[in-house]
Structure formats: C-alpha cells, structure tokens
C-alpha cells in the first residue's frame, strides 16, 4: 500500500442538531419574525439552498480543531451555538447569492445574521473554504481577499480606504478582539494580529505578529503555524 493510501483516513461522522427540513423552517421562521408587515418566508423558500450550505458547513467544521466543534471523533453543528450559526448563515447568504436567485433572500439572510450576531459579514464577501468565528460580536469584514484558516475575533475591522483598496491575506491569519487592517495590506501566511492592532496600509510579512497601532505599529517575528493552533492537520 503507498503513502498517500496509508495517509488517508476516513472523514469523521458529522452531527447536526437539526436535519434539513427543520433547519430550513427555523430559519424561514427567524427571516419572518424579521420581514415587514405581511412578508413571510416559508421553509421551501429556504430549503432549495440548504443542501449546499450544509456541505460547505461540513467541510470548514471538519478542518476546525477547537471545542464543540469536534467531540470524540464527531463533528457537529448546533445552532444553538451562534459561532456555529453565524458562519452557517454568512455560508446559507453566500450560497444564495452565487445562484443569483433570490437576492431578497440573501439581503434578509445577511441582516438576520447581523441582528442575531452583530457580526457584518455581507453574503458578497468571499471568504474561504475554510475559516473560523470565535465569537464575533462586532467585527465586520469588507471585500478583501482571504484565505484559508482565517480566524476572527470580537470586534475587528477590514476595510478599505477612500480610494477602495482592501487588503489581501494569504492562508493563515489570526484577528484578535478589536484588531483592524485597513487599505492596502499585503499579508504574508501566519500572520497574527494582536488584540487592539491597527494596520494602515501596511505589508506584513509571513511568520509576523502585529502589536499596536498604526503608525506606531511594531511587527515581531512569530513561530506559531495558524493552521496547527485552530485546525486539523
């Protein structure tokens, strides 16, 4: 038998605490509760979507190595865990907005995310594959470019400056509690922002973490291999 077949192990069973049927009506009863007068989401204007959603929820959970993602062997999903729920609803909005149907669906999906969260994570932004919310209340992510094994924080920031550059990230990023990185920001593979950093701007070399802010920021060489500290190998 070669490497790469010994290497292989078979995926870990996967739980979800609501099935597809219920987890379509407790969403269209959320999105409902939400609407204006008169306008009411039913579970079949959800269900549609949730099939992919749920595959993309099953493939970033499993690489995600932190408790109640994973208890012995088993991933899971609960939503009643609003880390959980906030990517599963960032991931419900995106899936609908690349169909390109029902951009009223997406809208509503984004701000009941917000309303339940407080986290600005708008259905057009691109995360990755895989990424990690630890809880966001507060943060909000612009169009920059991400990458695999992002992990965000309580009340960071991305964005751009007036002239609409965004920062772009490699795999590998870690945004502590109130960290912001603005503008154009070229950022290396495990980067770590430190809690309360500010970047402006600014390139930022792989294997770094940030501390302090901008223009008084201090970059310090860093060891720490993101994917190692959150994710499964």
């Known amino acids: ?41 039913a579970a079949a204007d959800v269900r549609p979507f949730i099939p992919a959603a749920c595959r993309r929820v099953e493939k970033c959970f499993r690489a995600i190595r932190r408790k109640y993602y994973c208890v012995d062997g088993r991933c899971q999903f609960s939503h009643l865990h609003g880390d959980h729920y ?30 339940l969260h407080g986290l600005d994570a708008f259905y057009a932004i691109e995360l990755p594959d895989i990424f990690l919310f630890i809880h966001p209340v507060g943060t909000v992510l612009g169009n920059a470019r991400y990458r695999d094994y992002f992990v965000v924080y309580q009340n960071c920031a991305i964005g751009s400056t007036s002239d609409g550059a965004y920062p772009q990230f490699s795999a590998g990023t870690v945004l502590f509690a109130k960290a ?24 930022v070399s792989s294997g770094t973490t940030v501390v302090g802010t901008y223009p008084q920021h201090r970059l310090i060489s860093s060891k720490d291999i993101v994917s190692e500290k959150y994710f499964a190998p």
């Open 180 to 203: 912001a990185v603005i503008g154009n920001c070229r950022v290396g593979s495990n980067v770590v922002f430190g809690a309360n950093s500010f970047v402006l701007n600014v390139s």
């Open 1 to 41: 038998m070669s490497d790469l077949m010994k290497s292989r192990r078979p995926l870990p069973s996967f739980v979800w605490s609501l099935d597809r049927d219920e987890l379509s009506a407790y969403v269209a009863r959320q999105l409902s509760f939400f609407a204006p007068p008169g306008r009411i989401y």
């Open 86 to 115: 906030a990517a599963f609803l960032y991931l419900l909005g995106n899936t609908i907005h690349q169909t390109g149907r029902r951009p009223d669906l997406s809208d509503a999906t984004f701000l009941l995310n917000k309303m």
